[in-house]
């Protein structure tokens, strides 16, 4: 059996994992040029939950089968479908071309960060972990310098097409390193994937999010979703190999991190959708200003998550989760209060980096609190659980804002909503709609997205309320993996 090269290993997932961060970075700047040129304002919010439905759906599904399995074949499959993707979103042309491309890449996603976070659980021991999460998270910190930056300056003078184009290379060296030098030898065990538990799951998932993002339009799907989900925690019960099993969530310090967790993370990913299409639509700035609003918090994430890694082994969970969720809450009331017109960007930016400070804290403790709960044989799907509701929450999160800011457009009927199309394009929209209606357009937006904000703020404030119950959890750095360490990675 041929030994795992620990360094390159890890620099293969750090690519994997900078490849996740500058998606988010560099789509966030571009989308409201490419809505602008592709037009579909009213599925603007698509293009982002289409991607993280796929994903979130998945990560238990490819959690359970990297437990099966092993690491590296979900892992590399995980890769290869998110170029695919990458590739297809790039040579889009048009609104539904993309959502469909991104719901692809997505699919891929679904795969790259639990399972690249569950190798890394592998590799290294509790004490060795906490430094290297830590240190892992400034791949986030890169990707926001330069994600922002690249995404203004590719959509100036290029296309925005390149922004999906621009992971290739990247994902191509990372599929390489991963299959070069990551070898891990699995027991394999006589257990078969719960393909019930799996497609109620999906279902259940696709009409929660028909109902929320419907505000009103849809209600019907969220009883189907809840019927569908209770029939999903019946099956899991019963079921030999569960999706996602549910005796995890006994354990305090799990469920209380799924639910910090989805409610955080509804409020970032709410930011990061909705705060570059104000900078832009409102305020009237540029794509690389927009973009540049979230860099703050995308860079004081990892960089707190570096200090938390150290910052663990003497304080423990409970400080970091609770101060940290406490500095999310302070920087999203600012940024709630500061977007409005003629305020400092430099204010709100400050805000933004208090923000993805206090995330920096919370979500790096939480992780490594929910792998340090179980044992190697679980890991897995501990920890594509908590990403499972991380990315849940996001998912629920952008849909009923994005709810919200379509209805808010709709409530003229006389202005046509494709016109807001406009608002997003390089003249604002002057020389292509009359002036009483981009006024009108402007306002319903403007409205719209104040109303996202409160709601960004409200789910900061929630997450912070859930930390305060997590509980005192032993940090004990001599047991990394379970008594089964003959599945163990080698």
Sequence with gaps: MRKTHRPLTTLALATSLFMAALEVTVVSTAMPTVVGELGGIQSYAWVFTAYMLASTITVPIYGKLADLYGR??????????????????????????????RTLQGLGAGAIQPVALTIIGDLY???????????????????????????????????????????????????????????EQVERKPQQLDYAGAALLCAGVVA??????????????????????????????????????????????????????????AA?????????????????????????????????????????????????????????LGLTMVGTVMMTLLLVQGASLIALQVAMALFGV?????????????QTSVGWELRGVATASNMFFRTIGGVLGVGLMGGVMVSQLMKDPSVPLSAANALLGPERGHAAIPEAMLKSLSGALTTGL????????????????????FPRVSRNTNTPLSSDSAAAPH
């Design 72 to 101: 590296k074949p979900v892992l590399l499959f995980g890769i290869g479908l998110f170029l695919v993707g990458s590739i297809a979103s790039g040579l889009a042309t048009s609104m539904g071309m993309l959502i469909a491309f």
């Design 125 to 183: 021991t509790m004490q060795e972990r906490a430094r290297v999460q830590g240190a892992f998270s400034a791949v986030w910190g890169v990707a926001g310098l330069v994600g922002p930056v690249t995404g203004g300056l590719i959509v100036k003078y290029l296309s925005w097409h390149w922004i999906f184009f621009i992971n290739v290379p990247v994902g191509v060296l990372t599929f390489a390193l991963v299959v070069a030098f990551f070898h």
């Design 208 to 265: 929660l999010l028909v109902g929320v993002q419907g505000l009103g339009m849809n209600l019907w799907a969220l009883p189907v979703a809840l019927g569908l989900l209770w029939a999903f925690v019946a099956v899991e019960r019963r079921a030999p190999a569960p999706v996602i099993p549910m005796s995890i969530f006994q354990s305090p310090a799990i469920a209380i991190s799924s639910v910090a967790g989805a409610l955080f993370s």
């Design 268 to 324: 970032m990913f709410g930011a990061t959708t909705y705060v570059p299409l104000y900078v832009q639509a409102v305020l009237g700035s540029t794509p690389t200003v927009a973009g540049g609003m979230i860099t703050p918090m995308i860079v004081g994430w990892p960089l707190a998550s570096v200090f938390a890694g150290k910052l663990l082994l003497r304080t423990g969970f409970r400080p970091l989760i609770v101060g940290g």
């Design 358 to 370: 206090g995330l920096g804290f919370a979500s790096t403790a939480l992780l490594i609190a929910v």
């Design 450 to 469: 104040n109303i996202n904000f409160w709601l960004i703020c409200a789910f900061s404030v929630a997450a912070f309320v859930s930390g305060l119950f």
